[in-house]
């Protein structure tokens, strides 16, 4: 299905630029940065995790062999061995950079303090929640929540990894967020990590089963923004001061 996921720059130059809207091409970590590894290196080791994530989207984890991947992206199979070691290792590399680089932009506006966030919070909270949700959007996203489905009960370690580098950290992420507001007086938390849950469970709501069910049924973003507005200010009214 085409990429309807919402651009979503935080307010007041907090950050800038959404995620959700981009192509697989563009989806991931600033390099992909393994010791010892030249430019060179670097440049094969990132197409090969771009042909996999495509191949992937395109074609699910059991039908891409690595002999597809490797046609997509050149190279050779030592390399390919050498950094990932196998179909399952460079799965989990694609599964580790997607979440790296969707939680990127949700750290830019942490890094800028509870005091740029408390400024209009509410617009602030939405572009958050729409960025969460824009996330279920994009294909690459659907493609490795569908294959951790399909092959979590073969493949626990990357299942178990999926969790720590991805709705772990975003949990933790606003869990931090919302206590440093609730000590500046902007909220009235009394357990973060609870809020942080309560959050996303919000502005998800039923999209995440829906993509798993029905992939390639197009997002109404319009519909997607009025329900995560409705849902962050349901959220505020029951936690500002």
Not at 20 to 45: E, K, M, V
Not at 53 to 68: I, M, N, Q, R
Not at 87 to 112: I, P, Q, T, Y
Request: charged share 25%; glycine share 12%; aromatic share 6%.
């Amino acid at each position: 299905m085409p990429d309807k996921g919402a651009s979503t720059p935080f307010h007041g130059g907090i950050a800038g630029g959404g995620i959700a809207g981009a192509g697989i091409a563009s989806l991931g970590i600033n390099s992909f940065d393994t010791p010892g590894c030249g430019p060179r290196g670097q440049a094969r080791c990132r197409a090969l995790l771009d042909a996999a994530a495509a191949l992937f989207v395109k074609k699910g984890f059991a039908l891409t062999s690595l002999s597809d991947i490797l046609r997509q992206a050149g190279g050779s199979r030592t390399t390919l061995y050498e950094h990932f070691g196998d179909k399952e290792g460079l799965f989990r590399a694609v599964m580790e950079r997607h979440c790296d680089r969707v939680l990127e932009e949700m750290s830019a506006m942490r890094a800028a303090g509870p005091a740029a966030m408390a400024e209009e919070l509410e617009e602030n909270l939405y572009r958050v929640g729409l960025h969460i949700a824009g996330t279920l959007t994009m294909p690459e996203t659907t493609a490795i929540l569908r294959i951790l489905v399909s092959e979590g009960g073969r493949i626990p370690d990357i299942a178990q990894a999926f969790f720590q580098v991805g709705p772990e950290k975003t949990i933790g992420w606003l869990a931090d967020c919302f206590r440093e507001l609730s000590e500046a007086g902007r909220l009235r938390i009394d357990d973060p990590e609870g809020a942080a849950h309560a959050f996303i469970g919000m502005v998800v709501g039923d999209l995440l089963t829906k993509r798993l069910i029905l992939p390639d049924e197009p997002v109404s973003m319009e519909e997607l923004e009025r329900y995560v507005r409705q849902s962050v200010r349901l959220f505020l009214a029951g936690t500002r001061p």
